[in-house]
């Protein structure tokens, strides 16, 4: 069913048309070349022109300084007022603020001076009320001696209309501004949460790790004791042998003691080095466990090939490890020297200074980046140097055996670039 005003509103109705139609039709058309007014444009205009086109800085400022009966400490809304009755009436202060505009919106008024016809200007109205720049067009339009009654009632209803909907769109957008900034202090707690239960971990594995570490420490320590004491039981044993003693029964008495001592010993000894040598190779199976934690591995001076196959040698390049435990560098330099490369190390800076950094760095052909064991400063220095002379670069996370294989793996040969 098609809607049906209630006939007790049609008469107000007619009424409130009637009155806008009176407005619009009692504004005269400007027939010549000379551009409008703004005391010259209908009642409603100065309104809209003086709250879109000019910032409420400039409005309270011309306001203060010029209009007798408004200080600073009025409103913004009370100065709207002042300054819109104000240009209503051809005054010197109304003819100010028409200089204001037109400085303002010079270039949008010299976009619309070849306009010559009512048509032009409303296909140029048509074509740019959308636009960003809309108080320029806004007022470039208006003031146009062209914009009739008709136009001018159809200008001044879009930038009402559009007035409205930028204060539901203001509203909505505070409202999205809000529920955003809950949410964000929402996750900001909950990011701090985890930041607290992340540095909590570090902490406990630091400890952890460093208690691993001075347990190596001190085992270490007591089987080199006691392998210098067996050492000198030997010596002893040596130096009696040297002297040839007559076999008499005091000294073949006190040799036998002695001999017993060394076994004893001997077999003490070798016991605890066996359970020395377990427990060290359980807590370097902790160790190894680890993210940051270095796998403790001998290294047998005798072997001359790698565990791998060679199938990517290297061809006498000069290889830089950067990074790195300082027990851990003979087993590197084996690892990259048995593939037939020059082997160079620095150790990202927690001793060796930088400058020593960018000699190597100069020399260098392939760099192996164990960015975990290496400092910021280090670690930036090695990409930018590697990136600005186009050299590779591998980066690797666990700085393992294992891992330095792989990335000796992924270099690729000269002719297989």
């Not at 470039?140 to 879009?158: I, Q, T, Y």
Request: proline letters at 4%; aromatic letters at 6%; charged letters at 20%.
């Amino acid at each position: 069913m098609p809607f049906q005003p209630d006939p007790v509103y049609l008469p107000q109705a007619r009424t409130s048309l009637f009155a806008v139609q009176t407005t619009v039709t009692g504004t005269p058309d400007s027939l010549g070349s000379r551009r409008r007014r703004l005391w010259e444009m209908c009642g409603t205009a100065q309104c809209p022109v003086v709250g879109i086109c000019l910032p409420m800085t400039v409005v309270k400022k011309l306001a203060v300084k010029y209009l007798q009966h408004t200080d600073s400490r009025a409103s913004d809304y009370e100065t709207h007022c002042a300054v819109v009755v104000a240009c209503k009436t051809k005054s010197a202060f109304g003819k100010m603020v028409q200089e204001q505009l037109d400085q303002r919106f010079h270039n949008e008024l010299r976009s619309v001076q070849a306009l010559k016809t009512r048509e032009a200007l409303q296909a140029h109205w048509n074509k740019h009320k959308e636009a960003n720049h809309f108080p320029g067009v806004f007022w470039s339009v208006l003031s146009h001696p062209r914009c009739d009654a008709a136009m001018e009632f159809e200008v001044l209803g879009h930038a009402h209309m559009m007035q409205h909907q930028a204060g539901c769109e203001r509203q909505t957008q505070e409202n999205e501004k809000t529920a955003l900034h809950e949410q964000l202090r929402a996750a900001l707690a909950a990011n701090k949460k985890l930041e607290e239960k992340y540095l909590a971990s570090q902490l406990s594995h630091a400890q952890t790790q460093q208690l691993q570490q001075d347990t190596i420490s001190t085992l270490q320590t007591e089987l080199a004791s006691q392998h210098g004491e067996m050492q000198k039981l030997k010596k002893t044993l040596s130096t009696l042998h040297a002297q040839k003693v007559n076999p008499d029964v005091s000294n073949t008495k006190e040799l036998e003691l002695l001999r017993a001592r060394i076994t004893t010993l001997k077999s003490v000894h070798l016991a605890e080095l066996g359970n020395l040598q377990q427990h060290i190779k359980y807590l370097e199976a902790q160790l190894a466990k680890r993210p940051t934690a270095f796998a403790i591995q001998a290294l047998d001076a005798t072997s001359t090939n790698c565990a791998e196959p060679c199938d990517k040698p290297l061809d006498k390049r000069c290889v830089l490890c950067v990074g790195g435990r300082p027990s851990a560098v003979p087993l590197y330099r084996q690892t990259v020297e048995t593939r037939g490369a020059t082997f160079m190390h620095h150790d990202g800076g927690q001793e060796e200074g930088i400058a020593q950094l960018d000699a190597k760095l100069n020399s260098a052909d392939l760099v192996i980046c164990q960015a975990g064991c290496v400092s910021h400063e280090a670690y930036f220095r090695v990409k930018e140097h590697c990136k600005k002379r186009g050299i590779q670069c591998v980066y690797v996370q666990n700085p393992s055996k294992s891992a330095l294989r792989k990335a000796l793996q992924m270099i690729a040969t000269p002719g297989n670039d």
